[in-house]
């Protein structure tokens, strides 16, 4: 399991930006597929977004699509989720999670049943 710090949340108005990252220590990132998780007031953690080792695929959830960027620079060992748009009901605990390899589809990456999580990043959207 690779060692993950989600950072970059706070408190913005609808229609607002953010933008989370996911830094790696130890082990190098780029190694594997990851992805961004959230977890609402009241809901179960879903999917959110997914980018493959080397950042030439991504997949989006479709409550997120067109107005969320996954994207990751592993020279720095980070993974990153450009926020838009902002809604209400984005408000969450932001999580990144890592596949076991880089050969993981990014299907199975956002269904996939991880041991751990992070401490996450509180995201809150104001009306």
């Known amino acids: 399991q690779v060692p993950l710090v989600e950072s970059g949340g706070g408190l913005v108005q609808a229609g607002g930006s953010l933008r989370l990252s996911c830094a790696a220590s130890?082990?190098?990132?780029?190694?594997?597929?990851m992805g961004w998780f959230r977890q609402g007031p009241g809901k179960e953690r879903e999917f959110v977004a997914a980018i493959s080792w080397n950042g030439k695929s991504t997949a989006y959830a479709d409550s997120t699509k067109g107005r969320f960027t996954i994207s990751r620079d592993n020279a720095e060992n980070t993974v990153y989720l450009q926020m838009d748009s902002l809604k209400p009901e984005d408000t969450a605990v932001y999580y990144c999670?890592?596949?076991?390899?880089?050969?993981?589809?990014?299907?199975?990456?956002?269904?996939?049943?991880?041991?751990?999580w992070g401490q996450g990043a509180q995201v809150t959207v104001s009306s």
């Open positions: 130890g082990r190098t990132s780029s190694s594997y597929n």
């Open positions: 999670n890592a596949g076991p390899n880089r050969f993981t589809p990014l299907s199975k990456i956002a269904t996939m049943a991880f041991a751990s």
